[in-house]
């Protein structure tokens, strides 16, 4: 089993930036891909990225391509979530997880060990 701590939310302008943070520990980090979801208030959790064990596949929510980059470091047993030019509408407790597979797209089925998530809000 696998620990995530999620770190970095906090609030902020629109148009202004955070960096999320996820550690994990126990179970072997490099051989899974990572991912981040997001649940806002009165809503379903939804995917926002995902990054593939070596990082060479990444895949994006439309609602936030171009604006979010998501990259690991294997050696340090994290991922990160940079978020740009944030608008209102991604407030939200944002969630770290590990996929199953080394490789892993948008369902949250792909994923088996979740973090307690941090909250970002983003005020207008």
């Known amino acids: 089993q696998v620990q995530l701590v999620e770190s970095g939310g906090g609030l902020v302008q629109a148009g202004g930036s955070l960096r999320l943070s996820c550690t994990a520990s126990g179970r072997t980090f490099n051989n899974y891909a990572m991912g981040w979801f997001r649940q806002a208030p009165g809503k379903e959790r939804e995917f926002v990225a995902t990054?593939?064990?070596?990082?060479?596949?990444?895949y994006y929510a439309d609602s936030v391509k171009g604006r979010f980059t998501i990259s690991r470091d294997n050696a340090k047993k994290s991922v990160y979530l940079q978020m740009n030019s944030l608008k209102p509408e991604d407030t939200a407790v944002y969630y770290c997880?590990?996929?199953?597979?080394?490789?892993?797209?948008?369902?949250?089925?792909?994923?088996?060990?979740w973090g307690q998530g941090t909250q970002v809000t983003v005020s207008s």
């Open positions: 997880t590990q996929a199953k597979t080394i490789v892993a797209r948008n369902l949250e089925a792909d994923f088996g060990s």
């Open positions: 990054i593939s064990w070596s990082g060479g596949s990444i």
